[in-house]
């Protein structure tokens, strides 16, 4: 009859059945979700990238072998104010980063550079307030106007009074505290309390005189 089929004929029709629900019933995989095709070109291209990524390894394991600090050729910048002590610390930042030399002499120049400028600044600040300092007392209605030259003349003596070993005018000098107002007029008084004799007149030295010119700037 016509409706019969053969064994051959209804084994493909349920063959292609299974086929057609299977595929209907299941959603083909995308290349986000991993298709078969594109998951064994993936795992092909991953064995294959190990493959490859054990040969470089070991060359990259080569050429970035961490360098030796201790062996840079490492000179501080001239006029820096650095030394063998900011040398190792140089070295042993280098070691703890992993630097190559050329980037640690970048930083010790960087560095150098940053420290001169901060020097500078603290340099200029010292200078405006030692100006300061001397306007002040140049107006000072105690120690300025007209008795400022003797009032200077007190408190170099009391300078020397007072420093017996020198470091004393280099503290003051350094600070240039040697213009500060408090600091001048207290050993101004000492000065003047050293003896009753009036130290105008009394001659003045070139050592007095280089120590006022330091002291108190026009």
Not at 154 to 174: A, I, N, P
Request: charged content about 30%; cysteine-free.
């Amino acid at each position: 009859m016509a409706d019969e089929t053969t064994p051959e004929t209804g084994a493909e029709t349920q063959a292609e059945s299974r086929a057609g629900t299977e595929g209907h019933g299941l959603e083909a995989a995308t290349l986000l979700s991993g298709g078969e095709g594109q998951g064994s070109g993936e795992r092909g291209a991953g064995d294959g990238q190990k493959q490859t990524d054990g040969a470089d390894g070991e060359t990259a394991a080569q050429e970035v072998a961490p360098p030796d600090p201790e062996k840079f050729n490492l000179t501080m910048p001239e006029g820096s104010g650095y030394g063998e002590a900011e040398k190792t610390q140089f070295v042993a930042m280098a070691r703890e980063l992993g630097l190559t030399e050329k980037q640690t002499r970048q930083l010790v120049e960087k560095s150098a550079q940053a420290r001169s400028a901060g020097l500078e600044a603290q340099r200029a600040a010292r200078n405006k307030q030692v100006e300061d300092w001397n306007k002040a007392l140049r107006e000072d209605k105690e120690f300025g106007g007209e008795k400022f030259a003797e009032n200077v003349e007190y408190f170099l003596r009391g300078v020397k009074h007072l420093d017996v070993s020198g470091e004393l005018e280099t503290l003051l000098e350094e600070t240039g505290y040697g213009s500060h107002p408090g600091v001048v007029k207290a050993v101004a008084r000492i000065g003047r309390q050293l003896n009753n004799d009036k130290l105008i007149g009394r001659g003045v030295t070139a050592d007095d005189t280089a120590l006022a010119e330091r002291y108190f700037k026009n």
